[in-house]
Protein backbone atom coordinates (compact mmCIF):
# COMPACT_ATOMS: atom_id res chain seq x y z
CA UNK A 1 0.00 0.00 0.00
CA UNK A 2 1.49 3.21 -1.28
CA UNK A 3 0.30 4.94 2.18
CA UNK A 4 3.38 3.46 4.02
CA UNK A 5 5.75 5.21 2.79
CA UNK A 6 5.50 8.42 4.78
CA UNK A 7 4.76 12.14 4.05
CA UNK A 8 5.85 14.20 1.16
CA UNK A 9 4.62 17.63 0.04
CA UNK A 10 4.34 18.57 -3.67
CA UNK A 11 6.88 20.25 -5.30
CA UNK A 12 5.25 19.85 -8.61
CA UNK A 13 2.87 21.66 -10.14
CA UNK A 14 -0.78 21.86 -8.97
CA UNK A 15 -2.50 19.16 -10.66
CA UNK A 16 -6.52 19.13 -9.67
CA UNK A 17 -8.97 16.32 -10.56
CA UNK A 18 -12.03 14.83 -9.61
CA UNK A 19 -11.99 12.81 -6.46
CA UNK A 20 -14.54 10.18 -5.76
CA UNK A 21 -14.90 8.26 -2.06
CA UNK A 22 -16.39 5.11 -1.16
CA UNK A 23 -19.86 6.65 -0.60
CA UNK A 24 -19.78 8.33 -4.36
CA UNK A 25 -19.03 12.24 -3.34
CA UNK A 26 -17.23 13.68 -6.03
CA UNK A 27 -15.22 16.82 -5.64
CA UNK A 28 -12.39 18.84 -7.69
CA UNK A 29 -9.27 19.23 -5.51
CA UNK A 30 -5.50 18.40 -5.97
CA UNK A 31 -2.94 16.16 -3.66
CA UNK A 32 -1.26 18.13 -1.11
CA UNK A 33 0.18 15.38 0.93
CA UNK A 34 0.33 12.07 2.16
CA UNK A 35 0.29 11.36 6.13
CA UNK A 36 1.38 8.12 7.04
CA UNK A 37 0.88 8.41 10.61
CA UNK A 38 -2.59 9.11 10.51
CA UNK A 39 -2.93 6.74 7.38
CA UNK A 40 -4.90 9.64 5.47
CA UNK A 41 -4.14 12.04 2.53
CA UNK A 42 -4.85 15.89 2.39
CA UNK A 43 -6.01 17.23 -0.85
CA UNK A 44 -6.77 21.21 -1.57
CA UNK A 45 -9.86 22.55 -3.41
CA UNK A 46 -9.40 25.57 -5.61
CA UNK A 47 -11.16 27.57 -3.80
CA UNK A 48 -8.17 27.20 -0.93
CA UNK A 49 -10.25 24.50 1.55
CA UNK A 50 -8.09 21.91 2.71
CA UNK A 51 -9.49 18.48 3.62
CA UNK A 52 -7.64 15.40 5.38
CA UNK A 53 -9.31 12.13 3.68
CA UNK A 54 -8.64 8.78 5.09
CA UNK A 55 -7.08 6.45 2.76
CA UNK A 56 -9.40 3.88 3.63
CA UNK A 57 -12.48 5.87 2.06
CA UNK A 58 -10.96 6.99 -1.47
CA UNK A 59 -12.25 5.03 -4.97
CA UNK A 60 -9.75 2.10 -6.20
CA UNK A 61 -8.75 4.79 -9.02
CA UNK A 62 -8.12 7.19 -6.47
CA UNK A 63 -5.67 5.23 -4.35
CA UNK A 64 -4.45 4.06 -7.87
CA UNK A 65 -3.35 8.43 -8.79
CA UNK A 66 -2.63 8.88 -5.14
CA UNK A 67 -0.01 6.01 -5.56
CA UNK A 68 1.36 7.22 -8.49
CA UNK A 69 1.45 11.35 -7.93
CA UNK A 70 3.10 10.38 -4.46
CA UNK A 71 6.20 8.92 -6.17
CA UNK A 72 6.45 11.86 -8.68
CA UNK A 73 6.04 14.24 -5.81
CA UNK A 74 9.07 12.20 -3.97
CA UNK A 75 11.02 12.38 -7.43
CA UNK A 76 10.70 16.10 -8.01
CA UNK A 77 11.70 16.57 -4.15
CA UNK A 78 15.12 18.86 -3.76
CA UNK A 79 18.02 16.43 -3.11
CA UNK A 80 20.48 18.49 -1.61
CA UNK A 81 21.21 22.11 -1.69
CA UNK A 82 20.23 25.02 1.23
CA UNK A 83 17.30 24.90 3.25
CA UNK A 84 14.33 26.20 1.14
CA UNK A 85 11.15 28.06 2.17
CA UNK A 86 8.54 26.19 4.47
CA UNK A 87 5.45 24.96 2.06
CA UNK A 88 2.24 27.76 3.16
CA UNK A 89 0.60 27.04 5.95
CA UNK A 90 -2.01 25.20 5.94
CA UNK A 91 -5.28 26.85 6.82
CA UNK A 92 -6.01 25.59 10.61
CA UNK A 93 -9.59 25.28 11.85
CA UNK A 94 -9.20 26.70 15.63
CA UNK A 95 -11.56 24.25 18.47
CA UNK A 96 -12.89 27.51 20.64
CA UNK A 97 -12.14 26.62 24.05
CA UNK A 98 -16.02 26.74 25.03
CA UNK A 99 -16.96 24.16 22.54
CA UNK A 100 -14.53 22.11 23.81
CA UNK A 101 -15.48 18.90 25.78
CA UNK A 102 -12.59 17.23 27.53
CA UNK A 103 -12.71 13.74 26.52
CA UNK A 104 -13.23 10.97 29.01
CA UNK A 105 -11.05 7.88 29.82
CA UNK A 106 -12.94 5.48 27.23
CA UNK A 107 -12.31 8.17 24.19
CA UNK A 108 -8.77 7.54 25.00
CA UNK A 109 -9.00 4.07 24.83
CA UNK A 110 -11.31 3.93 21.48
CA UNK A 111 -10.03 2.64 18.43
CA UNK A 112 -6.23 1.77 19.58
CA UNK A 113 -4.74 -0.28 16.68
CA UNK A 114 -3.33 -3.32 18.06
CA UNK A 115 0.30 -3.33 16.21
CA UNK A 116 3.76 -2.22 17.85
CA UNK A 117 5.48 0.60 17.96
CA UNK A 118 1.85 2.86 17.74
CA UNK A 119 3.21 5.64 20.61
CA UNK A 120 4.33 8.50 19.04
CA UNK A 121 5.46 7.13 15.42
CA UNK A 122 3.65 3.85 14.22
CA UNK A 123 5.53 1.32 11.87
CA UNK A 124 4.77 3.54 8.64
CA UNK A 125 6.29 7.07 10.50
CA UNK A 126 9.34 5.70 11.76
CA UNK A 127 9.57 4.04 7.63
CA UNK A 128 8.62 7.52 6.26
CA UNK A 129 11.34 9.20 7.95
CA UNK A 130 13.87 7.05 7.68
CA UNK A 131 13.36 6.69 3.47
CA UNK A 132 13.82 10.08 3.76
CA UNK A 133 17.35 10.41 5.11
CA UNK A 134 19.27 9.24 2.05
CA UNK A 135 18.01 12.17 0.28
CA UNK A 136 17.53 15.03 2.82
CA UNK A 137 20.70 16.50 3.62
CA UNK A 138 19.16 17.92 6.81
CA UNK A 139 18.23 14.51 8.04
CA UNK A 140 21.54 12.73 6.97
CA UNK A 141 23.62 15.55 9.31
CA UNK A 142 20.94 14.69 12.02
CA UNK A 143 21.36 11.40 11.56
CA UNK A 144 25.16 11.14 11.71
CA UNK A 145 24.70 13.53 15.09
CA UNK A 146 22.42 11.21 16.47
CA UNK A 147 24.78 8.19 15.59
CA UNK A 148 27.59 9.37 17.28
CA UNK A 149 25.49 10.67 20.56
CA UNK A 150 24.51 6.96 20.45
CA UNK A 151 28.06 5.63 20.20
CA UNK A 152 29.03 7.50 23.05
CA UNK A 153 25.73 6.15 24.94
CA UNK A 154 27.01 3.02 24.43
CA UNK A 155 30.49 3.70 25.85
CA UNK A 156 28.84 5.02 28.87
CA UNK A 157 27.47 2.73 32.10
CA UNK A 158 23.15 2.38 31.92
CA UNK A 159 21.21 4.37 34.35
CA UNK A 160 21.22 3.26 37.86
CA UNK A 161 19.13 4.98 41.10
CA UNK A 162 20.94 7.91 42.49
CA UNK A 163 20.32 8.47 46.30
CA UNK A 164 19.56 11.80 47.41
CA UNK A 165 16.70 14.53 46.86
CA UNK A 166 15.70 15.13 43.67
CA UNK A 167 15.89 18.71 42.80
CA UNK A 168 14.57 20.29 39.64
CA UNK A 169 13.28 18.24 36.58
CA UNK A 170 16.92 16.35 35.75
CA UNK A 171 16.44 12.86 37.16
CA UNK A 172 17.05 9.19 36.07
CA UNK A 173 13.34 9.66 34.47
CA UNK A 174 14.39 12.68 32.17
CA UNK A 175 17.93 11.39 31.39
CA UNK A 176 16.00 7.46 30.58
CA UNK A 177 13.88 9.69 28.21
CA UNK A 178 16.73 11.06 26.77
CA UNK A 179 18.43 7.44 26.16
CA UNK A 180 15.11 5.91 24.76
CA UNK A 181 14.74 8.49 22.52
CA UNK A 182 17.88 8.33 20.67
CA UNK A 183 18.06 4.41 20.88
CA UNK A 184 14.49 4.51 19.14
CA UNK A 185 15.69 6.79 16.22
CA UNK A 186 18.50 5.24 15.83
CA UNK A 187 17.08 1.38 15.77
CA UNK A 188 14.38 2.48 13.39
CA UNK A 189 16.37 5.13 11.61
CA UNK A 190 19.51 3.30 11.30
CA UNK A 191 19.10 -0.58 12.05
CA UNK A 192 21.65 -1.48 13.84
CA UNK A 193 20.90 -4.40 16.09
CA UNK A 194 23.14 -2.75 19.00
CA UNK A 195 20.53 -0.13 19.62
CA UNK A 196 17.69 -1.97 20.35
CA UNK A 197 19.84 -4.38 22.52
CA UNK A 198 21.17 -1.31 24.58
CA UNK A 199 17.78 -0.16 25.11
CA UNK A 200 16.34 -3.66 25.81
CA UNK A 201 19.23 -3.89 28.53
CA UNK A 202 18.62 -0.22 29.46
CA UNK A 203 14.77 -0.72 30.11
CA UNK A 204 14.33 -4.00 32.05
CA UNK A 205 17.39 -2.33 34.69
CA UNK A 206 15.10 0.45 34.95
CA UNK A 207 12.85 -1.90 36.11
CA UNK A 208 14.77 -4.37 38.67
CA UNK A 209 14.62 -3.97 41.72
CA UNK A 210 18.35 -4.51 42.72
CA UNK A 211 19.21 -1.38 40.57
CA UNK A 212 15.62 0.69 41.60
CA UNK A 213 14.82 0.07 44.08
CA UNK A 214 12.49 2.61 43.67
CA UNK A 215 11.41 6.27 41.33
CA UNK A 216 11.38 8.20 44.04
CA UNK A 217 8.17 7.91 44.71
CA UNK A 218 7.95 11.41 46.85
CA UNK A 219 8.84 13.11 43.83
CA UNK A 220 6.08 13.41 41.04
CA UNK A 221 7.74 14.92 38.05
CA UNK A 222 11.07 12.34 38.58
CA UNK A 223 8.31 9.44 38.87
CA UNK A 224 6.38 10.70 35.64
CA UNK A 225 9.44 10.68 33.73
CA UNK A 226 10.46 7.43 34.39
CA UNK A 227 6.88 5.98 33.54
CA UNK A 228 7.20 7.84 30.39
CA UNK A 229 10.68 6.09 29.71
CA UNK A 230 9.79 2.72 30.26
CA UNK A 231 6.42 2.73 28.55
CA UNK A 232 7.83 4.39 25.53
CA UNK A 233 10.69 1.64 25.94
CA UNK A 234 7.99 -1.28 26.01
CA UNK A 235 6.36 -0.22 22.50
CA UNK A 236 9.11 0.81 20.33
CA UNK A 237 11.42 -2.41 21.78
CA UNK A 238 8.52 -4.82 22.70
CA UNK A 239 9.88 -7.81 20.40
CA UNK A 240 13.03 -7.69 22.61
CA UNK A 241 11.51 -8.96 25.82
CA UNK A 242 10.70 -12.07 26.50
CA UNK A 243 7.46 -13.15 28.49
CA UNK A 244 8.82 -13.00 31.87
CA UNK A 245 10.55 -9.76 31.29
CA UNK A 246 7.30 -7.97 29.67
CA UNK A 247 5.47 -9.36 32.56
CA UNK A 248 8.19 -7.99 35.08
CA UNK A 249 8.44 -4.62 33.36
CA UNK A 250 4.57 -4.49 33.52
CA UNK A 251 4.04 -5.07 37.49
CA UNK A 252 7.32 -3.15 38.10
CA UNK A 253 5.36 0.22 36.18
CA UNK A 254 2.35 0.12 37.85
CA UNK A 255 3.51 -0.61 41.41
CA UNK A 256 6.51 1.96 41.33
CA UNK A 257 5.21 4.41 38.90
CA UNK A 258 1.24 4.29 37.88
CA UNK A 259 0.22 4.25 41.72
CA UNK A 260 2.71 6.71 43.00
CA UNK A 261 1.29 9.68 40.45
CA UNK A 262 -2.10 8.45 41.25
CA UNK A 263 -1.68 8.85 44.66
CA UNK A 264 -0.26 12.37 44.13
CA UNK A 265 -2.51 13.36 41.62
CA UNK A 266 -5.61 12.84 44.46
CA UNK A 267 -3.25 13.96 47.46
CA UNK A 268 -3.31 10.20 49.31
CA UNK A 269 -0.38 8.39 50.87
CA UNK A 270 1.83 7.56 48.22
CA UNK A 271 1.62 3.25 48.65
CA UNK A 272 4.23 1.37 50.26
CA UNK A 273 4.14 -0.77 47.22
CA UNK A 274 5.78 2.18 45.71
CA UNK A 275 8.63 2.53 47.67
CA UNK A 276 11.65 0.55 48.12
CA UNK A 277 12.94 0.11 52.02
CA UNK A 278 16.13 -1.41 52.77
CA UNK A 279 16.34 -5.13 54.03
CA UNK A 280 14.19 -5.95 56.80
CA UNK A 281 12.87 -2.36 57.09
CA UNK A 282 9.22 -1.18 56.80
CA UNK A 283 7.67 1.04 54.41
CA UNK A 284 5.91 3.46 56.57
CA UNK A 285 3.39 5.66 54.55
CA UNK A 286 3.49 9.16 53.80
CA UNK A 287 1.04 11.67 52.16
CA UNK A 288 1.98 12.79 48.73
CA UNK A 289 4.12 15.84 48.81
CA UNK A 290 1.86 18.34 47.06
CA UNK A 291 3.19 21.65 47.95
CA UNK A 292 2.54 23.69 45.03
CA UNK A 293 1.82 20.42 42.80
CA UNK A 294 -1.34 18.51 42.70
CA UNK A 295 -4.36 19.58 43.02
CA UNK A 296 -5.03 21.52 45.66
CA UNK A 297 -8.41 20.98 48.29
CA UNK A 298 -8.77 23.60 50.87
CA UNK A 299 -11.68 24.52 52.61
CA UNK A 300 -13.06 27.57 50.83
CA UNK A 301 -13.81 25.16 48.49
CA UNK A 302 -11.82 26.49 45.77
CA UNK A 303 -9.31 24.50 43.60
CA UNK A 304 -5.75 25.36 41.86
CA UNK A 305 -5.73 25.49 38.33
CA UNK A 306 -4.13 22.55 36.94
CA UNK A 307 -0.18 22.87 36.95
CA UNK A 308 3.09 21.93 35.00
CA UNK A 309 3.05 19.19 37.22
CA UNK A 310 0.02 17.94 37.14
CA UNK A 311 0.15 18.04 33.50
CA UNK A 312 3.38 15.46 33.04
CA UNK A 313 1.88 13.33 35.68
CA UNK A 314 -1.72 12.91 33.45
CA UNK A 315 0.82 12.87 30.45
CA UNK A 316 2.31 9.87 32.14
CA UNK A 317 -0.58 7.83 32.49
CA UNK A 318 -2.43 8.57 28.96
CA UNK A 319 0.41 7.24 27.21
CA UNK A 320 0.72 4.09 30.05
CA UNK A 321 -2.93 4.30 28.47
CA UNK A 322 -2.52 3.91 25.29
CA UNK A 323 0.71 1.85 24.84
CA UNK A 324 -0.60 -1.12 27.56
CA UNK A 325 -4.38 -0.94 26.09
CA UNK A 326 -4.20 -4.37 24.57
CA UNK A 327 -1.86 -6.30 27.21
CA UNK A 328 -2.66 -4.71 30.30
CA UNK A 329 -6.27 -3.53 29.65
CA UNK A 330 -6.68 -3.18 33.42
CA UNK A 331 -3.75 -1.14 34.09
CA UNK A 332 -4.86 1.16 30.75
CA UNK A 333 -8.66 1.56 32.44
CA UNK A 334 -6.88 2.48 35.82
CA UNK A 335 -4.60 5.30 33.92
CA UNK A 336 -7.01 7.00 31.62
CA UNK A 337 -9.47 7.53 34.40
CA UNK A 338 -7.16 9.31 36.61
CA UNK A 339 -5.04 10.93 33.47
CA UNK A 340 -8.24 12.26 31.67
CA UNK A 341 -9.64 13.45 35.18
CA UNK A 342 -6.73 16.34 34.60
CA UNK A 343 -5.27 16.59 30.81
CA UNK A 344 -8.24 17.73 29.22
CA UNK A 345 -8.90 20.83 31.81
CA UNK A 346 -5.18 21.44 32.01
CA UNK A 347 -5.07 21.32 28.07
CA UNK A 348 -7.10 24.38 28.02
CA UNK A 349 -5.08 26.76 29.93
CA UNK A 350 -3.27 27.46 26.84
CA UNK A 351 -5.95 29.14 25.92
CA UNK A 352 -6.70 31.81 24.31
CA UNK A 353 -3.11 32.85 23.22
CA UNK A 354 -1.01 29.38 23.54
CA UNK A 355 1.12 30.35 26.43
CA UNK A 356 1.10 28.94 29.58
CA UNK A 357 0.04 30.82 32.83
CA UNK A 358 3.33 29.75 34.69
CA UNK A 359 5.77 30.94 32.28
CA UNK A 360 7.50 30.10 29.03
CA UNK A 361 9.54 27.25 30.41
CA UNK A 362 6.95 25.33 32.10
CA UNK A 363 5.01 25.91 28.85
CA UNK A 364 7.65 24.21 27.10
CA UNK A 365 7.72 21.44 29.50
CA UNK A 366 3.67 21.23 29.70
CA UNK A 367 3.76 20.89 25.54
CA UNK A 368 6.14 18.71 25.55
CA UNK A 369 4.50 16.27 27.60
CA UNK A 370 0.72 16.94 26.00
CA UNK A 371 2.60 16.30 22.48
CA UNK A 372 3.63 12.91 23.61
CA UNK A 373 -0.32 12.01 23.84
CA UNK A 374 -1.74 13.81 21.07
CA UNK A 375 1.25 11.87 18.25
CA UNK A 376 0.37 8.16 20.00
CA UNK A 377 -3.09 9.07 19.27
CA UNK A 378 -2.69 9.83 16.02
CA UNK A 379 -0.46 7.23 15.56
CA UNK A 380 -1.90 4.90 17.52
CA UNK A 381 -5.85 5.79 16.58
CA UNK A 382 -5.98 7.61 13.60
CA UNK A 383 -7.38 10.98 15.66
CA UNK A 384 -6.62 13.01 17.97
CA UNK A 385 -9.63 14.14 19.79
CA UNK A 386 -9.31 17.30 18.68
CA UNK A 387 -6.79 18.46 20.92
CA UNK A 388 -4.18 19.37 17.97
CA UNK A 389 -6.72 21.84 17.42
CA UNK A 390 -8.06 22.99 20.24
CA UNK A 391 -7.57 27.25 21.22
CA UNK A 392 -4.33 27.94 22.50
CA UNK A 393 -2.23 25.20 20.77
CA UNK A 394 -2.15 26.29 17.36
CA UNK A 395 -1.46 29.66 18.59
CA UNK A 396 1.01 28.27 20.69
CA UNK A 397 3.72 28.20 18.11
CA UNK A 398 3.82 31.59 16.98
CA UNK A 399 3.49 32.60 20.92
CA UNK A 400 7.16 30.58 21.25
CA UNK A 401 8.64 32.34 18.50
CA UNK A 402 8.00 35.93 19.73
CA UNK A 403 8.65 35.24 23.73
CA UNK A 404 11.94 33.99 23.20
CA UNK A 405 14.47 36.50 22.35
CA UNK A 406 17.21 36.88 19.74
CA UNK A 407 19.68 35.43 22.37
CA UNK A 408 17.07 32.04 22.06
CA UNK A 409 16.44 32.72 25.59
CA UNK A 410 12.72 33.03 27.09
CA UNK A 411 10.77 35.80 28.45
CA UNK A 412 11.22 34.07 31.63
CA UNK A 413 8.08 36.01 33.33
CA UNK A 414 6.55 34.93 36.54
CA UNK A 415 7.88 31.85 38.32
CA UNK A 416 10.01 30.67 35.20
CA UNK A 417 14.06 30.38 35.01
CA UNK A 418 15.86 32.25 32.07
CA UNK A 419 18.21 29.35 32.25
CA UNK A 420 15.46 26.71 32.03
CA UNK A 421 16.44 24.47 29.28
CA UNK A 422 13.94 24.77 26.27
CA UNK A 423 12.44 21.78 23.95
CA UNK A 424 12.73 23.20 20.63
CA UNK A 425 11.64 19.60 19.25
CA UNK A 426 8.22 20.81 20.13
CA UNK A 427 8.20 23.71 17.30
CA UNK A 428 9.03 20.93 15.10
CA UNK A 429 6.13 18.84 15.98
CA UNK A 430 3.86 21.99 16.10
CA UNK A 431 5.08 23.08 12.48
CA UNK A 432 3.72 19.60 11.45
CA UNK A 433 0.15 20.33 12.27
CA UNK A 434 0.04 23.81 12.03
CA UNK A 435 2.31 25.05 9.19
CA UNK A 436 5.90 26.80 9.73
CA UNK A 437 5.31 29.98 12.04
CA UNK A 438 8.89 31.66 11.03
CA UNK A 439 11.09 29.63 12.62
CA UNK A 440 14.28 28.60 11.09
CA UNK A 441 14.25 24.84 9.01
CA UNK A 442 15.48 22.49 10.78
CA UNK A 443 19.89 21.66 11.62
CA UNK A 444 21.52 19.11 13.08
CA UNK A 445 23.17 20.46 16.38
CA UNK A 446 26.43 19.17 18.29
CA UNK A 447 27.08 15.80 19.89
CA UNK A 448 25.02 15.38 22.31
CA UNK A 449 26.22 14.82 25.78
CA UNK A 450 25.17 10.73 27.88
CA UNK A 451 23.83 12.88 30.96
CA UNK A 452 21.52 14.74 28.87
CA UNK A 453 17.41 15.11 29.46
CA UNK A 454 14.57 14.82 27.67
CA UNK A 455 14.50 14.28 23.53
CA UNK A 456 16.98 16.27 22.26
CA UNK A 457 17.86 16.16 18.56
CA UNK A 458 15.83 12.43 18.60
CA UNK A 459 12.85 14.57 18.92
CA UNK A 460 13.48 16.66 15.58
CA UNK A 461 14.11 13.41 13.68
CA UNK A 462 11.13 11.61 15.02
CA UNK A 463 8.79 14.38 14.38
CA UNK A 464 10.50 15.60 11.38
CA UNK A 465 7.94 17.16 8.80
CA UNK A 466 7.95 19.25 5.40
CA UNK A 467 7.11 22.40 7.30
CA UNK A 468 10.10 22.10 9.66
CA UNK A 469 12.24 21.12 7.27
CA UNK A 470 12.11 24.88 4.90
CA UNK A 471 12.64 28.32 6.51
CA UNK A 472 9.75 29.59 8.29
CA UNK A 473 8.67 33.41 7.52
CA UNK A 474 7.03 35.41 10.40
CA UNK A 475 3.91 37.54 9.93
CA UNK A 476 5.17 40.56 11.94
CA UNK A 477 7.71 41.88 13.92
CA UNK A 478 5.23 42.53 16.25
CA UNK A 479 3.50 40.06 18.60
CA UNK A 480 0.75 40.96 21.72
CA UNK A 481 -1.14 38.02 23.44
CA UNK A 482 -4.68 38.22 23.73
CA UNK A 483 -6.18 40.14 26.94
CA UNK A 484 -2.68 41.67 27.10
CA UNK A 485 -0.73 40.03 29.22
CA UNK A 486 2.83 40.19 27.60
CA UNK A 487 4.21 41.34 24.37
CA UNK A 488 7.01 41.83 21.94
CA UNK A 489 8.97 43.74 19.22
CA UNK A 490 11.56 43.52 17.76
CA UNK A 491 13.71 45.10 14.88
CA UNK A 492 14.90 41.78 12.97
CA UNK A 493 15.04 38.20 13.26
CA UNK A 494 19.11 38.11 13.69
CA UNK A 495 20.58 37.42 16.95
CA UNK A 496 22.10 40.66 17.52
CA UNK A 497 18.48 42.45 16.83
CA UNK A 498 16.87 44.71 19.19
CA UNK A 499 14.41 42.92 21.35
CA UNK A 500 11.64 43.93 24.06
CA UNK A 501 9.03 41.80 25.92
CA UNK A 502 6.99 43.61 28.60
CA UNK A 503 4.46 41.66 30.45
CA UNK A 504 0.74 42.68 31.79
CA UNK A 505 -0.97 40.25 33.82
CA UNK A 506 -3.00 39.53 36.32
CA UNK A 507 -1.58 39.36 40.19
CA UNK A 508 -4.21 37.34 41.48
CA UNK A 509 -2.33 34.13 39.92
CA UNK A 510 -1.73 32.31 42.70
CA UNK A 511 1.26 30.96 40.65
CA UNK A 512 2.41 34.19 39.85
CA UNK A 513 4.73 37.03 40.56
CA UNK A 514 3.74 41.14 41.67
CA UNK A 515 5.58 41.70 38.07
CA UNK A 516 3.42 44.03 35.96
CA UNK A 517 5.46 46.12 33.72
CA UNK A 518 8.52 43.79 34.06
CA UNK A 519 10.35 43.93 30.91
CA UNK A 520 13.32 42.29 29.00
CA UNK A 521 16.09 44.13 26.55
CA UNK A 522 18.61 42.68 23.97
CA UNK A 523 20.53 44.20 21.77
CA UNK A 524 23.85 43.11 20.10
CA UNK A 525 23.41 39.35 21.28
CA UNK A 526 22.96 40.71 24.97
CA UNK A 527 20.24 40.48 27.26
CA UNK A 528 20.67 43.77 29.20
CA UNK A 529 17.39 44.42 30.82
CA UNK A 530 16.59 41.28 33.16
CA UNK A 531 13.96 39.41 34.55
CA UNK A 532 15.39 37.65 37.73
CA UNK A 533 13.27 34.98 37.57
CA UNK A 534 11.68 32.17 40.29
CA UNK A 535 12.39 31.89 43.91
CA UNK A 536 13.16 28.12 45.78
CA UNK A 537 10.75 26.01 45.07
CA UNK A 538 11.62 25.51 49.36
CA UNK A 539 11.32 28.73 50.10
CA UNK A 540 8.67 29.56 53.05
CA UNK A 541 5.31 30.67 52.10
CA UNK A 542 6.12 30.40 48.22
CA UNK A 543 3.23 28.02 47.85
CA UNK A 544 -0.40 29.61 48.67
CA UNK A 545 -3.21 27.43 48.31
CA UNK A 546 -6.91 29.29 47.04
CA UNK A 547 -8.12 31.71 49.13
CA UNK A 548 -5.48 31.83 51.67
CA UNK A 549 -3.26 34.89 52.78
CA UNK A 550 -0.18 35.59 50.03
CA UNK A 551 1.17 38.38 51.99
CA UNK A 552 4.38 35.81 53.10
CA UNK A 553 4.82 34.55 49.62
CA UNK A 554 5.69 38.16 48.71
CA UNK A 555 7.90 38.81 50.75
CA UNK A 556 10.03 37.07 49.46
CA UNK A 557 12.31 39.03 47.04
CA UNK A 558 12.23 37.69 43.82
CA UNK A 559 8.05 36.78 44.20
CA UNK A 560 7.57 40.56 45.50
CA UNK A 561 7.78 43.30 43.25
CA UNK A 562 11.00 44.92 44.28
CA UNK A 563 12.83 41.47 42.75
CA UNK A 564 11.22 42.77 39.22
CA UNK A 565 12.50 44.69 36.21
CA UNK A 566 9.68 47.03 36.78
CA UNK A 567 8.93 50.39 38.26
CA UNK A 568 8.83 50.68 41.99
CA UNK A 569 7.54 53.00 44.24
CA UNK A 570 8.73 50.99 47.47
CA UNK A 571 5.89 48.60 48.26
CA UNK A 572 4.37 45.61 46.95
CA UNK A 573 2.13 46.02 43.63
CA UNK A 574 -1.50 45.41 44.96
CA UNK A 575 -2.39 41.54 44.75
CA UNK A 576 -5.51 42.15 42.59
CA UNK A 577 -4.00 44.29 40.24
CA UNK A 578 -4.68 43.69 36.61
CA UNK A 579 -2.80 45.03 32.89
CA UNK A 580 -3.02 44.97 29.21
CA UNK A 581 -0.21 45.60 27.47
CA UNK A 582 -0.41 47.99 24.39
CA UNK A 583 1.04 47.53 21.47
CA UNK A 584 1.66 50.36 18.85
CA UNK A 585 3.15 50.29 15.70
CA UNK A 586 6.71 48.86 16.21
CA UNK A 587 7.71 51.93 18.16
CA UNK A 588 5.91 51.86 21.63
CA UNK A 589 4.38 49.27 24.44
CA UNK A 590 2.03 50.86 26.84
CA UNK A 591 1.02 49.39 30.20
CA UNK A 592 -2.47 49.84 30.97
CA UNK A 593 -3.29 49.05 34.58
CA UNK A 594 -6.76 48.14 36.49
CA UNK A 595 -7.78 46.98 38.79
Known amino acids: AFWIVGTAFAQLAEEYRMWTNSAG ?4 ATLVSVDAVTRSVKIRMKDGKEFDVPITSLSPPDM ?12 AAPADGPAKAAPPRPQVVVLPA ?3 KAPAASDYLNGIAKTRPRLIQNAAGWTSIKNQIASTPALTALMNTLKASGEDLLNDPELNRINGEIRGTVSEGSKAIYRM ?9 DGDLKWKERAVREAILLCDKTNFRDWHPEEAQAVADMVIAVTLAYDWFRDGFNAQQATEIRTFLEQKGVDALIAHLNEEPVPDTAKGAAPGATATAKKADTKGKAKAKPDQGEEAPVGAEQMAMASALLLTAIGFADEAPDLAKKCANEGSKVFGEGIQRFAPGGVWPEGMAAGDAVMDYASMVIQSLRSATGKDLGLSMLEGIPQFGVARLHLYGPSGRPFNYGDSAESAPARPWIATWLCGLHGNPGIPAVAAGAKMAVGSSYFGQAGHYMY ?3 HAAGDGTPDSMEFALAGGIAASVRSGWGKEDLYVAVKGGDNRDLHGQLDIGSFVLEAGGVRWGLELGMESDRAPGLEVKPGADRTKRYELFLEGTAGQNTLSFGENQEMDARAGVL ?13
Open 464 to 466: YNP
Open 583 to 595: LGMATYLAITVRR
Open 64 to 75: EYARTRYAAMQA
Open 181 to 189: GLLAALHYG
Open 25 to 28: KVIE
Open 98 to 100: AKF
